[in-house]
Nanobody
C-alpha cells in the first residue's frame, strides 16, 4: 500500500510560481510512474502531468505545457510539480497519483490508470 502526501499549495498572485511536492511511502518509489491531476468544484478531475519511473519520460496537458515541469527524486521518494506563470484558471485542488509500472516510457494520462492517490493540496491563484 502506497501512501502519498502532497504539500506546497497556497495562495499566489497571477504570474507567480509555486512548487508542489508529493512524498511517497509504503512502497518502492522507483517502481511507480507518477502523475499530477487537478480538480475544481463541479468539474471532473483533469490530468496535468506525468512522469515515468526513471524520470526519462514526461507528458503534459496542453494547458500547462511550457509553464509546468514535473520531476522526481527517487532517492527522496518525492515527485515535484514546478509551476510558473500561474493563471487564475490554474486554481484547483492538486492531487498526485501513483501507478505501478517499470516501463520507462509509461506516463499515465487518465485518472483510471492510477492505483494510489493523495488527499490533495490547494492552489489558489488570485488575478
Amino acid at each position: 500500500q502506497v501512501q502519498l502526501v502532497e504539500s506546497g499549495g497556497e495562495l499566489v498572485q497571477a504570474g507567480g510560481s509555486l512548487r508542489l511536492s508529493c512524498a511517497a511511502s509504503g512502497g518502492i518509489f522507483s517502481n511507480y510512474a507518477m502523475g499530477w491531476f487537478r480538480q475544481t468544484p463541479g468539474k471532473e478531475r483533469e490530468f496535468v502531468a506525468a512522469i515515468g519511473w526513471s524520470g526519462a519520460s514526461t507528458h503534459y496537458a496542453d494547458s500547462v505545457k511550457g509553464r509546468f515541469t514535473i520531476s522526481r527524486d527517487n532517492a527522496k521518494n518525492t515527485v515535484y510539480l514546478q509551476m510558473i506563470s500561474l493563471k487564475a484558471e490554474d486554481t484547483a485542488l492538486y492531487y498526485c497519483a501513483a501507478k505501478y509500472s517499470r516501463n520507462v516510457y509509461y506516463t499515465g494520462k487518465t485518472e483510471l490508470e492510477y492505483d494510489y492517490w493523495g488527499q490533495g493540496t490547494q492552489v489558489t491563484v488570485s488575478s
